[in-house]
């Protein structure tokens, strides 16, 4: 089966990232994942949060926006509507937990990393992009902070990568476009580490519901592209 | 292996639902899991939100929202903070996907039911009880709407519960309380129909990561809880 | 005359007050007026507001708010609307004026108690029963401390309790429901010490206006009201 | 007894109520309770808020607020931190009841009035003076609307004005300035018709309780007050 | 050519200023610039904001406000919209730039002062009376502050005045009220010290655009008018 | 004399602007004033805001914002402070005019143009740039709607550039980048059409006070390096 753009349902869309895209940011990249694009960028500061503070151990938490016309339709801001939605925040939480796995936050020391994701362009996968991405920032802030000797070992203790995958007119596929995803009967982000083990899983069934064969399909499709992005951010890091 | 309270690991908490608990809204009743305490109350009301009018098709929503002193410490109160947090947000919008994904919105014609889940006692658990809690709410709400000819034929097309599985000490358990949830390494919040297919699973490694073993393993507790937890359901709602 | 309850003019609703509802909190009751619920919880910490530091003073204060779905239609929550409304902002105030009239502040020492007074189900006289609940709350909260020996002497030095009163079709009555309370021409809320002083009164001329033989009348009919709640707070804390 | 001012206890401040201080709003007038200063607009508008629309009744609301340094000290504008406190809602809600009660609904027809109450400067008794005063403003927008003739009968069915009156240092005093207030045994603020009801009557224990009889001496100096309140309202739309 | 109130192109409107209009303030005054009345007050306090904190220096800021019924129809009070619009951030923006061009910071040591500008009556030109004014006040202020030995000698290195101009029909014009300010091709606002040296110029064409000649005249005409309210100003303070 | 990036006085950084750099948006593109890069894009809606509702005409409004990390350190979001700054209300609204300046609004029909202006680096001159840059995205964006019929005529009037001058260490300066812009005692944003006319001028005093010799040369440069934005504006469109 052949999609609308062409790809086979276990192909990724094209990926690339452009490390140091930016100026500013101890570490930062464009990641685009087919036509969707989140810049992302991290900020090294020392200190930690209040509920840390004198615990030893650093922190790292994300945050997630879109800018109003990445999206086909204008979205109003989140600043001028004067609060976050439901979904940034959703998002926002999943970026952050899905780096702190692979932080050893004992090594980072009393210090604070800021993954910020902005999404200059969307057309699906926006959160996986955002946590692929976010885990190249981070790898680059963490080695300038190891290059100015502010940290003596790294606390990376592996790498994270996350895609989607979704049942679209009954087939399993790989990263899906918003073509796709809107269609999608099940829908699931998959995060993994880059030895291949689970840090998060989340399926949902956006019409109907699903059984544990489709349950496994899926997830034997986000293996494999998650691997593959794994030697994506490897070669961005190089 | 015996748990704290002396459950074996693929028992449910002491599982009471309370239907009608109280007088107002269309469907009601108190859940407790242990000693997690949930009041879900179904709100019917003619008319949807406005990017639904004239569809012909209703909506379904759910709030979520704790009391101050739920838990062992007090929290500040979100109305007098100014705002909802994220973890408020991602657990109201659960609950309503959950709840979605057994309603036939045609059916339901231009009607809105909205689901509050307010935590009374927490003690572990309180999104799924309160997904499982919701659904009775609701189908006595659809069961009130029948009684007084707003609705002709039910939009319900099956029950859908909840229940969190994790891994505790390297040993994948069912239903946690708080003292198991806050040392678990993985924790995984499963919706499952009455019919026992999947609507939602939501796996987060939060010390470390999980492989596809342990994925199954939590799977298999979560899909037997959840059929236990469906039967809790039908008797309620007897 | 008798009500449509069946009630005489000078007749309390059923009051029912369950110490220790829940289990968090160091003092909570449910209280019931009739069909009114209110869950009253102290939560009771070391130190004091910033204005407060360095006084050797305590401090007492309150939160008042009603689930959505405690009256007979739904109100969105004040969470979401992000902003707390007038009524709520009054009641909270007067709860916490009420309480504070009846502790010694020296005595509490640089701690603080808030009382948070949530309305599980409201059928008029919510902010009375809130402060009659509250004030049993507290009481068990002063004795916890006591118990603890976070204080050594109590800084109570009255009970307090509260009841509505008012003028339906000509007549004063006493502790009205809602049903009465919307046709109500005359409206007061009467906070009296246990030893039978006033702390508040708040009469307000809902249609139309008063003179000074209705307000004698409404305050006979309170603190007879006041006397008998009083007994109820002393079977509760026995 | 005497007071720091050379009042004796039943003696009103200097009062002073200049009508037309301004050029804008339909009514309008400054007045002066000594040295408290309250500028109060009234705005005629056609229609009314939504929840009255098509009931052939007015409305009638204020608005209550205080310059950042009407005070000693200064305070935070509410407008920068972003809400309304509790004490101004209190205040706004009070003018606002205090005024309907002596508007006649219908006649005022699907028409809006808002009273502003700006306290450019406060010595105590604000509120009071804010409610003589809207009362004023309120009569001259009537005016204006009948010589406009917006309207064709007057809805003003009486006046309204309210003055404080308190037990400090176990004295009853009537009209309370600053200095008095914050040693205040009990405070009370009785808002009274040019007839001599009462409309609303709030009294509090500031430190301590009260007992009747202060009660009924305070309601003896607050209903002489308000009466000779009454002849500068007279004098002041002459 | 004479305008509608009779002056010429190059006349100010009747410039009053009331120094120690209110009590409070440790400097204040009413400005009016014809029928635009301006309460200005500023509030000395020992301190500095905490980005300040520690350099030896002091601050000085500015906030501007409208009462809701300033203007002919009545504005919402930012307070319940719960947030502060562009105009008025803007404004708040401009007064403190313009008073700090005048005041050494290093002179007033680690002292704050806020001017409060708050607009009583509005009709154009409120920005540049309040300026004006606000340099009144501080003035007075600073006069305080050395009379109590807060200050050995005074931070203000010049005054500083404001007026706005701008072309109405073709002809360049001085001190325009909101009749020909809704007319006015173009706008423009200058502020300029004692000495006659510019510290701000802000030119906006509202309809079509200036050129360099027009600039010319219109500034020719702000320095005339600046110079004559710096000898309002020296008046009001003598 | 020879600056820090070896321009000379009257030179502008290298300017690039790249038409059409992301997909969504009916006009877009990146504009570089050197390190300065802003992304700008045009919305076009059918409709305009209530209050222009039925009047015939258009309206154009723009957005300004800046991601967290366009800066050498980290700022917060406006969207997670729940409020948007004085200094983006200001630019925001500043762009706005400028380019309503150069729209005849009748025709463009009750059509609205948003422009987002989103700083991904900022390196001085952020409001500039977004202005001259709106501009190639409001042509592009009218373009679009001819060709689709949208509109019969162009309401472009002109086109506008603007440019930032300063005089630094007594030197007068063209185009400041940020290093140059902190050191400036005299600051100023000069918005000017193609044919060469002002739209706006804001110039500010940031150390001392600044005369009018000293106002003509900033002119001068100013009129010079828009009439070579201008240029480019003209390329990027052709």
Redesign the interface.
């Known amino acids: 089966m052949t999609r609308h753009d062409s790809r086979s349902v276990d192909d990724l869309r094209d990926i690339r990232i452009t490390p140091n895209w930016?100026?500013?940011?101890e570490g930062?990249c464009l990641i685009e994942f087919g036509?969707t694009?989140v810049?992302c960028?991290a900020?090294f500061?020392e200190g930690v949060p209040r509920w840390k503070s004198g615990s030893g151990e650093g922190w790292v938490t994300a945050?997630y926006?879109m800018?109003?016309?990445?999206?086909?339709?204008?979205s109003a801001?989140?600043?001028?509507?004067?609060?976050?939605?439901?979904?940034?925040?959703?998002i926002?939480?999943l970026i952050g937990?899905s780096l702190r796995?692979v932080v050893d936050m004992s090594k980072l020391g009393e210090n604070s990393i800021?993954l910020?994701c902005?999404v200059?362009?969307a057309d699906g996968g926006t959160r996986t992009a955002s946590i692929t991405g976010a885990y190249v920032a981070l790898a680059l802030a963490v080695e300038w902070a190891l290059d100015n000797k502010i940290l003596t070992e790294s606390p990376l203790t592996?790498s994270v990568a996350a895609v989607s995958v979704g049942i679209v007119d009954g087939t399993p596929m790989l990263d899906l476009p918003y073509e796709e995803d809107v269609r999608a009967e099940t829908d699931?982000n998959v995060v993994v580490?880059g030895s291949g083990?689970?840090?998060?899983?989340?399926?949902?069934?956006e019409d109907?519901?699903?059984?544990?064969d489709e349950?496994n399909a899926l997830?034997d499709l986000a293996l494999a592209g998650t691997a593959r992005l794994t030697e994506f951010q490897k070669e961005a890091l190089a």
Not at 67 to 74: C, F, G, K
Not at 77 to 83: I, L
Not at 197 to 205: D, P, R
Request: charged share 35%; no cysteine; proline share 2%.
């Open positions: 930016q100026d500013a940011g930062n036509r694009k810049l960028t900020s500061t945050e926006a800018l109003p016309r990445a999206t086909d339709s204008r801001r989140e600043s001028v509507k004067g609060k976050i939605g439901g979904r940034t925040h959703e926002s939480r937990r796995a800021v910020d902005d200059l362009q592996d699931m580490t083990s689970f840090v998060e899983i989340q399926g949902t069934a109907g519901t699903f059984d544990r349950l997830l």
